[in-house]
């Protein structure tokens, strides 16, 4: 099936799990997951009318931004390094994967010697999973109270990476915390404005919009099944 038939069918899915809900439809963005697909294959995408992508890896990141035309917003959601920051800062119409005090100090050192300003999400790892990366729930406050001193981060919400499971009921419970420790966030935090909550994939995006997701991150279901990474 074609990228523009996929995305067709994804607005109509998303809208209907909105409306299950009683939410906005226009309040869910959806992000099409470019990461390891060649740049024609974004082309194309670009050619149907999608404009937001994210990626996961840097180089290939910029490179695509290069290859690419300008009013493409572009989104990072891959796991930073540190040393990496400079590459990152200022590129990115948001930041999903902001992981550590350490990584965002390092943004904002950059940013600050280029006067600009970057919009960030914290990543929550909210099922206590070693292969991924986020504060526990318990830290983001302090985290949180941390980063907010970095005047060049914009901090606009959370993000999650769900585990992976063969029923999408099964993830609800982590989306559910999400939403519940952003509401926490809000009410010590009045000052953030933490809107944005990233969260579900291909495999759970429904649930996750059932449950407050503003923006789902959404890959296989756009493009088909990914190319090994280059
Ligand atoms: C790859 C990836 C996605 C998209 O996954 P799909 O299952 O293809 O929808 C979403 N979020 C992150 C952080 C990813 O790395």
Known sequence: ???????????????????????????????????????????????????????????????????????????????????????????????????????AAELQKHLGQRNQRQPILVQINVADEDTKSGFSPPEAANAIAEMSQFEHLDIRGLMTIGPVEEKPEDVRWVFVELRCLQEQLRKRFPDLRLRELSMGMTGDFEVAIEEGATIVRVGRAVFGERPAKV
């Open 1 to 103: 099936m074609s990228v523009s038939e996929n995305w067709r069918q994804l607005q109509s899915k998303a809208r209907a799990a909105a409306e299950r809900a009683g939410r906005d439809p226009a309040a869910v963005r959806i992000l099409a997951v470019s990461k390891t697909f060649p740049v024609d294959v974004v082309r194309d995408a670009y050619d149907s009318g999608l404009r937001t992508f994210g990626e996961n890896y840097v180089q290939e990141a910029l490179a695509k931004m290069d290859a690419l035309p300008d009013d493409i917003e572009w989104h990072m959601i891959g796991h930073l390094q540190s040393n990496k920051a400079r590459q990152v800062a200022g590129r990115f119409a948001l930041i999903h994967s902001v992981d550590s005090v350490h990584l």
